[in-house]
């Protein structure tokens, strides 16, 4: 099985305001932005941070708030409908959110095959010219006979094939094929990033990949992270529902943000 270079991404908080960070002003402007607007319309945090404050942005003047107004993983989970925003919309995440940012340059024609067991949608943000599928790892050669066999005829001819999971069920999906050209990519939490991968989370999606440098990159254009007493906080930009902001991924991973020296934009170390 190849494993494919990522692209790069990035991103990060203390360094946001440093010209050696490409961007990152704009990027800083675009969190600030979305911390007001989730707290002038999302319920979660308006409760949380009238009461309790959150630092930058500070909301309520001289209240802090507890790690910054960081909200943990496992309360943001159980709280789904309180993160709509008061206007409407969806209280589904979507686990696959960010999967087409973080992918490498494939060729046109070729197919994405996330492998999950939780129901999720196909990924919805591909690339023009390729496509995608999900299939459950757990039902790999009772209910995806069908797409084993398309996967297996694209192989024989040499289309580019990526198939995105955990470790376990890459090597399931392996086993069910007949050929061993099958490119990989898995996904790893923020708790345990190895050298190589996505980094994914089942609330947030996908935040970050390796890069050509070997370090870990936010995808900046859609994630912004910030270091906070409790550890690493993510926020979704852009006015998706839920509403995901300053999430605490694994309920707090310490790490830092710092510059990568060959790209100038943020990377993560934990």
């Known amino acids: 099985m190849a494993l494919p270079r990522s692209a790069d991404a990035g991103g990060a908080e203390p360094v946001a305001h440093s010209p050696l960070v490409r961007g990152s002003r704009g990027w800083h402007a675009a969190?600030?932005?979305?911390?007001?607007?989730?707290?002038?319309?999302?319920?979660?945090?308006?409760?949380?941070?009238?009461?309790?404050?959150?630092?930058?942005?500070?909301?309520?003047p001289g209240r802090t708030g507890?790690?910054?107004?960081?909200?943990?993983?496992?309360?943001a989970t159980r709280r789904?409908?309180?993160?709509?925003?008061?206007?409407?919309g969806?209280?589904?995440?979507?686990?696959?959110?960010?999967?087409?940012?973080?992918l490498p340059r494939l060729d046109a024609g070729g197919l994405v095959v996330v492998l999950d067991g939780t129901g999720a949608r196909p990924p919805a943000d591909l690339r023009e010219g390729?496509?995608?599928?999900?299939?459950?790892?757990?039902?790999?050669?009772?209910?995806?006979?069908?797409?084993?066999?398309?996967?297996?005829?694209r192989l024989r001819?040499?289309?580019?094939?990526?198939?995105?999971?955990?470790?376990?069920?890459?090597?399931?999906?392996?086993?069910?094929?007949?050929?061993?050209?099958?490119?990989?990519?898995?996904?790893?939490?923020l708790s345990d990033l190895g050298s190589?991968?996505?980094?994914?989370?089942?609330l947030l999606g996908f935040l970050g990949n390796v890069g050509d440098c070997g370090r870990w990159h936010v995808d900046r254009r859609h994630v912004y992270v910030r270091e906070t007493a409790a550890g690493l906080a993510f926020t979704v930009l852009g006015k998706a529902s839920p509403r995901l902001v300053d999430i605490l991924v694994g309920d707090g991973v310490p790490g830092t943000v710092a510059r990568c020296p060959r790209h100038a934009t943020p990377v993560l170390k934990t």
């Open 130 to 153: 390729l496509r995608g599928c999900v299939l459950d790892p757990n039902r790999l050669t009772t209910d995806h006979t069908g797409a084993l066999a398309e996967i297996n005829g």
């Open 66 to 75: 507890h790690d910054g107004g960081a909200i943990g993983h496992g309360e």
């Open 31 to 60: 969190y600030r932005r979305v911390v007001r607007d989730a707290f002038a319309t999302v319920p979660l945090y308006r409760e949380r941070w009238a009461l309790d404050g959150r630092t930058d942005p500070v909301l309520v």
């Open 157 to 189: 001819r040499r289309t580019t094939v990526l198939a995105v999971g955990t470790d376990k069920d890459l090597a399931r999906l392996a086993e069910a094929l007949e050929d061993d050209t099958l490119q990989v990519l898995p996904t790893r939490e």
């Open 80 to 88: 789904i409908p309180d993160l709509v925003p008061i206007g409407g």
């Open 196 to 202: 190589a991968g996505l980094l994914h989370d089942p």
């Open 90 to 102: 969806s209280a589904e995440p979507d686990p696959l959110r960010g999967l087409g940012s973080v």
